[in-house]
């Protein structure tokens, strides 16, 4: 069953900051994003992630280049550094999905232009027989669906556990408002909206360091030790209120976000809640080292409705973490 990952709308964070979301090093930079916020810029430079893991993933994100005469690889899907996809743009107006060093199949020139963005959505499914394969720009297929066919580099097993942007030398590529589902499914054209909080929520036990709680965590970029909020006592919750979302449409999914660490022996596992409804819903707890690390789960249903998110309900939920233990 298709399940969002993850996702990232690039607002929260500097360029420095990508490693706290996974992320193997920094961004070259922080541009001026689609709609709204932020989109993260790769100048000579390769930036990896895990996944999961899954034989099939659809990646979807905002995409420019800088000149587009030159050709480039974009994105890369590998299984422990083995490449089994690529989606490489040609510098001709032309995208080509390649297994390995092999393409497998190019579209029609589609007429692209330097500095402009465009949705790209690849769906690639990992088998040596019935693999698969398609590629959407603007929401629309250039390049398949391709079934039956073998997409696997190898020997390797063909578990895609690994996600690869890519820049070459003296070419800017962009990227913003990324889509990862496992499994496979296309989300369409879709915005990553960054919230931060903007008043305290009905559960208020961890302690500020100074002020109000939420003016602790209202940071586009995290600040580390500047201020912050801590508790010892597992069950202390935290949640805040939020903006209005501004927006009319459909809701894919709503991932819950917190930068934490641990500053004593032991475990400690925070977990993110949603409050909705006078009730709170915990999520899945997790373990804190000693340095600051981004912790972020997605849920595609509001747990007060087991149905999917409304933006009126996204609006007045409450958002926050618990100490589990």
């Not at 990862?180 to 500020?208: E, H, M, P, Q, Y």
Request: charged share 20%.
């Amino acid at each position: 069953m298709p399940v969002i990952e993850y996702m990232d709308g690039f607002d929260d964070y500097a360029a420095a900051d990508a490693t706290l979301w996974g992320w193997d090093g920094p961004w070259t930079s922080m541009q001026a994003g689609r709609v709204t916020g932020q989109k993260a810029r790769l100048t000579n430079a390769t930036r990896t992630r895990s996944l999961n893991g899954d034989i099939r993933y659809t990646i979807g994100f905002a995409w420019w280049i800088s000149n587009s005469s030159w050709g480039a690889d974009i994105t890369r899907l590998l299984e422990n550094g083995t490449l089994h996809g690529l989606l490489k743009y040609n510098g001709d107006g032309t995208f080509s999905i390649l297994r390995g060093t092999t393409v497998m199949a190019t579209s029609p020139n589609q007429g692209i232009a330097s500095g402009i963005a465009y949705h790209l959505e690849l769906d690639y499914n990992c088998h040596d027989t019935t693999g698969s394969y398609e590629l959407r720009l603007n929401e629309t297929p250039i390049i398949g669906p391709t079934t039956g066919v073998d997409t696997r580099n190898g020997g390797a097993a063909g578990t895609l556990n690994q996600l690869t942007f890519v820049s070459q030398s003296g070419l800017n590529q962009d990227f913003d408002d990324l889509m990862i589902t496992k499994g496979g499914g296309f989300n369409g054209d879709c915005r990553v909206i960054t919230s931060l909080s903007n008043a305290d929520g009905a559960n208020t036990a961890w302690i500020a360091s100074a002020g109000a709680d939420y003016t602790c965590v209202d940071e586009a970029t995290p600040n580390a030790d500047t201020d912050y909020i801590s508790s010892s006592t597992p069950g202390d919750r935290d949640t805040f209120s939020y903006p209005a979302l501004g927006v009319v449409g459909v809701v894919k999914a709503v991932m819950v976000c917190a930068v934490a660490r641990k500053d004593d022996a032991g475990t400690r596992l925070v977990a993110p809640v949603i409050r909705r409804g006078g009730t709170n819903y915990d999520g899945t707890a997790v373990a804190l080292g000693t340095g600051y690390a981004g912790l972020a789960q997605v849920y595609e249903q509001d747990p007060s409705t087991a149905a999917a998110w409304t933006v009126a309900n996204v609006d007045a939920g409450e958002y926050g973490s618990k100490l589990d233990t």
